[in-house]
């Protein structure tokens, strides 16, 4: 069993940064895909980023590409996601997935609780 833990959410105005965060509670990083989803009032459930066990591939949501990175350290076993030029559509609650398989189409098996970030106008 894994458990994440994400941190770093909260309020920032349109324009600004924001880093996120994911730790997991034993060696994850490193061995499985990670990535991250977001969840808006009223809206579905949507993909944001995934970075792959070795770190050699990366993917993005087409909302997102060019703004966000995605970067993890296999020491501290966590990953980061890097969220530049904000945008008010960008407020949800961030949360960490981890598994075989995480993209647009796939979510691991394991859930972090959630981060919130807030963009305003």
């Known amino acids: 069993q894994v458990q994440l833990v994400e941190s770093g959410g909260g309020l920032v105005q349109a324009g600004g940064s924001l880093r996120i965060s994911c730790v997991a509670s034993?060696?994850?990083?490193?061995?499985?895909?990670m990535g991250w989803f977001r969840q808006a009032p009223v809206k579905e459930r949507e993909f944001v980023a995934a970075i792959n066990w070795n770190g050699v591939w990366t993917y993005y949501a087409d909302s997102v590409k060019g703004r966000f990175t995605i970067s993890k350290d296999n020491a501290k076993n966590t990953v980061y996601l890097q969220m530049n030029s904000l945008k008010p559509e960008d407020t949800a609650v961030y949360y960490c997935?981890?598994?075989?398989?995480?993209?647009?189409?796939?979510?691991?098996?394991?859930w972090g609780q959630g981060t919130q970030v807030v963009v305003s106008s």
């Open positions: 997935n981890a598994g075989s398989r995480v993209d647009k189409s796939n979510t691991g098996n394991y």
């Open positions: 034993r060696r994850t990083v490193s061995s499985v895909a």
